[in-house]
């Protein structure tokens, strides 16, 4: 497990770097072999691949929920629009 996980620091390093480098050939091959070092170690310390895309959609729900959230208001928008809401600082 101590192999794997250093192949895939390796590998990440080297993909972080190749992004850096703008080398786009580079990056996926460097995305393919993180990727695959993920599921293996994934694999090996006996996590199924659905509960980690169970927690992915988790994170993106909450965070589409949160994104509605500090919306404004329809009713919030229309408070603001009032006709004696000044809006130049220009005195006559």
Do not use: Y
């Not at 250093?6 to 996926?28: Q, R, T, Y």
């Not at 460097?30 to 090996?44: C, E, K, M, N």
């Not at 691949?49 to 509605?68: N, P």
Request: net charge neutral; aromatic share 6%.
């Amino acid at each position: 497990m101590r192999r794997l996980c250093s192949e895939f620091g390796v590998n990440a390093a080297g993909c972080v770097a190749s992004c850096i480098g703008g080398d786009n050939d580079a990056l996926i091959d460097g995305s393919a072999a993180v990727l695959h070092d993920l599921f293996r170690i994934l694999a090996q310390a006996g996590v199924q691949e659905t509960e980690v895309w169970e927690e992915m959609t988790k994170r993106l729900r909450l965070g589409d929920l949160m994104f509605e959230l500090n919306q404004p208001s329809p009713r919030a928008v229309q408070r603001t629009r009032r006709m004696w809401n000044v809006t130049s600082t220009k005195l006559p």
